[in-house]
């Protein structure tokens, strides 16, 4: 296939030039329900990159969270990408139009960038984003999907990111959906180190809010529920102080709580009006993308329902003191993405000075064949010793050449690729 970074463009057998694009939705502009609308299943993300690479996409990761949808890879029309988007989700080309973000070449590069490094995340400066991120790009290894481009451009983007967390304050203060949950319960629920927690599901953001009742409260009360009960088992034996309950007996616990937090990343909703009963005073803090609690409980009377989207608003003042922080992660991507650059650059001439090694070669190999048979005696290892390192020099020489600031790196490869009748396999395009 044909890869496009910048303005430089390989092509391919047929001749079809293919750029980077990242095409999706956040929640910049898409609610939690819309964004839920439009969330990718595992199963479905892999069936994607399937289809993906039957069709030839060379180059290509999906990510799917709580807070954005999108693709990242090689196309010849950013449409190829969003059909995929449309097809395994369950949301419509009309709703993506008014909710969309199409980024190019160098734009797609820099979210990426922005991306990894949380300056791009619904809380800036959050991480969380970081771990979502490496695992799609592995989920994309597994499947065959990714290429040389990608994976140094994710290479570096990790790079950029560690470098931001650990040399600046952007993730200054924790704040996380997971940390926003107990901030809220903090804020809003008096006494609540004497209430009953209830936390319903175990994934990663299951997993980092128990930790964090636990490290940010004195609350004692903590019951953990799991649909599947050995990995409720194996989080207990880490921590001792939570009861563990079986999934039968979901109904039951609901019922003698006074907080629910369920974060159980289903597709549909896990928690309705049958768990709940009228008149129980109960906070239900929906961790979940798509939401797993039925909105409707809302009209239960004693039913205070939170989704991720309103916890998002209570970390202000973090927030502003991260904002200062901005400015120098902004110029730790600068630096990773002048590497990437200068990656590409290198790249940009290297099919030219492999074809111009390849000619010199069978020169070489022409002329030292023509005079071991005229010559008597003639040393052909002497000869190729001498002429292998005379094809090194005048192949260093050109490249020395093509990264001088001053060479016309394209006229200069159509000269070398005339001269020695190479077909040339670089052309610009202006974008």
């Known amino acids: 296939m044909t890869t496009l970074i910048d303005n430089t463009i390989f092509m391919s057998q047929e001749n079809m030039p293919t750029k980077l694009y990242n095409v999706g939705l956040s929640y910049k502009k898409a609610d939690v329900n819309v964004r839920g609308t439009f969330s990718i299943t595992k199963e479905n993300q892999k069936l994607l990159l399937k289809e993906a690479k039957e069709k030839g996409i060379d180059g290509i990761f999906v990510l799917s969270t709580c807070n954005r949808t999108e693709i990242t890879g090689f196309a010849k029309h950013p449409f190829e990408l969003i059909s995929l988007i449309i097809k395994y989700s369950n949301g419509t080309i009309e709703d993506f139009i008014n909710v969309s973000y199409v980024y190019k070449n160098k734009d797609a590069v820099r979210h990426l960038f922005k991306t990894g490094t949380g300056l791009d995340s619904q809380i800036l400066g959050d991480y969380e984003i970081v771990g979502q991120l490496k695992e799609s790009f592995k989920q994309a290894k597994i499947a065959g999907t990714t290429n040389a481009y990608l994976e140094r451009l994710m290479n570096l983007v990790l790079q950029a990111s560690k470098d931001v967390k650990n040399n600046t304050q952007l993730s200054s203060g924790t704040t996380s959906v997971a940390y926003a949950a107990i901030h809220y319960i903090m804020e809003n629920i008096p006494n609540y180190n004497e209430k009953k927690i209830l936390i319903y599901g175990l994934g990663d953001i299951g997993k980092n809010t128990c930790k964090n009742v636990l490290g940010y409260t004195s609350n004692k009360n903590v019951t953990l529920i799991n649909r599947t009960h050995e990995r409720a088992l194996e989080f207990k034996a880490e921590h001792p102080e939570i009861t563990v309950k079986n999934y039968a007996d979901l109904t039951e616990e609901i019922g003698d709580t006074d907080i629910l937090i369920v974060s159980t990343g289903a597709d549909v909703h896990t928690i309705s009006k049958a768990h709940l009963k009228t008149g129980n005073e109960i906070l239900i803090l929906d961790l979940s993308m798509p939401e797993n609690v039925d909105i409707s409980v809302k009209n239960i009377d004693g039913v205070t329902l939170v989704n991720v989207d309103e916890l998002s608003k209570i970390t202000d003042l973090t927030i502003e003191t991260r904002k200062n922080e901005i400015p120098a992660a902004e110029a730790i991507i600068q630096k990773y993405k002048g590497e990437f650059n200068d990656w590409i650059e290198q790249r940009k001439y290297v099919p030219a000075v492999n074809a111009l090694k390849e000619?010199?070669?069978?020169?070489?190999?022409?002329?030292?064949?023509?005079?071991?048979?005229?010559?008597?005696?003639?040393?052909?290892?002497?000869?190729?010793?001498?002429?292998?390192?005379?094809?090194?020099k005048i192949t260093t020489q050109f490249v020395k050449h093509l990264k001088d600031e001053d060479t016309s790196v394209d006229l200069s490869i159509s000269v070398i690729s005339k001269m020695f009748n190479i077909k040339e396999m670089i052309l610009n395009e202006n974008d």
Do not use: P, W
Request: proline share 0%; hydrophobic share 35%.
């Open 359 to 392: 000619s010199l070669r069978i020169i070489q190999h022409d002329e030292i064949d023509f005079h071991s048979r005229k010559l008597e005696g003639f040393n052909v290892e002497h000869a190729e010793y001498i002429t292998n390192r005379m094809i090194q």
